[in-house]
């Protein structure tokens, strides 16, 4: 199958995620958006970090097998982000219902955000995956406020029900570890991945 040369170094993002979008835009790169449909169920029981590197995993390779199959190239990203608390995997609410009790248990209290990022050559399939930590301490809201904040809707596609970057970022006292990583696709991780593919940045 004959690759196109220009694919070679493109980024291919395999999410429809705003905030992820935005950050890959600013490494500056030639890159297109592609999601992906990989399933995300995993059994009950699995590490925090086993989750967010298979995610991440399966959302890559589900691109690189579609632009292989299409004989296009790229460096396919996955990218998956969960929020752990006492040890419990906080995903994205059901409902507004589920955000206050998300918010509800992490106010005034520390929890982890990992991500997980794995990079997949169309071409020939080589994949590296990895992922990041970042503790996060949370104030103590209201349930009043809680629930305004739910009324912005900004919580309800968003791991955890809180946007570190955007009203959100108001409940957040402080962070140890990588900002981009809570936002959902840590860089420092992301570029020295790159480098293993030779695309160095700047």
């Not at 970057?165 to 936002?183: D, K, M, P, S």
Request: glycine content about 8%; some cysteine.
């Amino acid at each position: 199958m004959n690759f196109q040369q220009f694919d070679r170094s493109l980024i291919v993002l395999a999410s429809s995620s705003p905030r992820r979008q935005d950050l890959i835009k600013s490494l500056g790169l030639p890159h297109v958006v592609q999601p992906s449909d990989a399933d995300e169920t995993v059994p009950a029981g699995w590490a925090p970090s086993r989750i967010v590197e298979e995610l991440a995993l399966r959302k890559a390779q589900a691109v690189a097998r579609e632009r292989h199959a299409s004989g296009e190239g790229g460096i396919v990203i996955g990218s998956d982000t969960i929020v752990v608390l006492d040890g419990t995997v906080l995903g994205k609410p059901r409902d507004e219902a589920d955000a206050e009790r998300m918010l509800t248990s992490l106010q005034g209290r520390s929890h982890e955000v990992y991500t997980g990022v794995a990079l997949v050559r169309a071409e020939d399939g080589r994949q590296e995956v990895s992922h990041r930590v970042t503790t996060v301490h949370m104030t103590a809201w209201t349930q009043e406020q809680i629930r305004r904040y739910i009324a912005t809707g900004e919580p309800m596609d968003k791991a955890g029900s809180y946007a570190i970057q955007g009203v959100g970022a108001t409940l957040v006292t402080g962070i140890e570890g990588c900002y981009f990583n809570v936002v959902g696709l840590p860089l420092s991780l992301l570029t020295d991945m790159l480098k293993m593919f030779d695309i160095i940045i700047p």
